[in-house]
C-alpha cells in the first residue's frame, strides 16, 4: 500500500516528515528511538528500523510432515531466503534417521553452514556467511570461473581419453552449485535489506534482478559442462569417435565460447555496454558452428553420432547463455547516463 506523507519544516534547514503508525508498532519503533536511513537510485531513501541491523533472522522447520527430500530443499529455501539460524524439529518423539541425514546433506551443499546444536528432538544449523565477506560480482565472476574450468575439463577427458580429467569435472559441479545458492542468499537478502545492497557492491538494489537471471544462466553453464564430463566417463575409450582435425575444430569451439561466455560477465561486472555488443557480434560468428561440424563428420555410428552432437549441443547452449548475459547487462548499463544515452 502507498501512503502519503506531508513534509513540514522544523526549522531553517530542516525537514521532517511522519512515520505511519502501523508501520512503526510492527517494528517496535518509538518515540527516541534511531532508524537508519539509506539513499538509494532513482531518489529513494529507505528506513530500516535499528532492529534490522542487530537482529538474528532465525526460522524453525517443522519436519513432522516431510520426507527427506522436502526437508532438504526446504532448508536450502531458508538459507537463501537469508536465515541465519535455522531449526529443525519435531513436535512430538524424535527425528527419525532420513531427517538427521538430511540436516546433513544440505549441511554440505551449502556454503558456511553448520550444525550448532542436536538432540534427539531438535537439530539446530548456522550460517556464518557474512554479506561484507563477498561481493555479487565476485561470486559472478567465480561461477563462471568454475564453468569455464569444468568445460575445459571435460573437453581434456575427451580429447587425451582421460577420464581423471572428467572427474575433475564433476567434483567441480557441487562447488558451481554452492557458489549459485550463496549468490541467491546474498541477492534476497540485500532485496530485504536495502543496507545491505552496498555491501554486497551495489549502490542500489535495482540490479538485483538482473544478476538473480545471470547467475542462473552460469549455473546452467555448469550443467552443461557437467553434462560434457558424463559423456567423456561414460563413452568408449573415454573419447570420442572422431578424427583429429575434427577434435580439434572442437577444442577451438570451446576456446570461443569460453570467450563469449567470459566477455558477458566482465560485461556486468563493469556495466560495459560495447562489450555486450561485442558478445552478440562473437555468437553470430559461432552460429552454426555446431552444424558445420556435423555436416563434416564422415559416416558413423548412431550412438557416436549422438554423443558428438550432445557435446556440441552443450557448446552451443553455453553460447546461447552468454548472449542472454549480454541482453541482461544491456539493460543496467543503459539505465546510466554515457555515450550512447542521455536521461532526464
Known sequence: M?????????????LA???????????????GDEVSLRAGGKGTLT???ESSQTEESRATIHAENMDADVLERAIVAQYVLGRRVIHVEVEEGTLDSAHINAVYNAETQLMGLGVIEETPERIAIRCSVDPEDFTLDNLLERLESTGSTMRDEAMKALALGNPDFAERALNRERQANKIFVLLLRLIFTAYQNPTLARAVGLDDGFPLIGYRSIAKNLELTADNAEDIATIAMESPGHTLDIDDATMRRIREF???VDEI?????????????ERTVEVRERFAELNDRESDILDDLPQMGNE???RVREVLVSLAKTAEYAVRNAEIVTNLALDEESIHTTIE
Open 2 to 14: 502507498v501512503e502519503t506523507r506531508k513534509v513540514q519544516r522544523l526549522g531553517p534547514s530542516t
Open 17 to 31: 516528515m511522519t512515520l505511519p503508525a502501523e508501520w512503526a508498532r510492527s517494528h517496535d519503533v518509538e518515540k
Open 304 to 306: 557416436a553420432l549422438l
Open 261 to 273: 561466455s567470459e566477455l558477458a560477465v566482465r560485461a556486468a561486472v563493469e556495466r560495459d555496454f
Open 47 to 49: 528506513v530500516m528500523p
Open 254 to 256: 570451446t576456446d570461443d
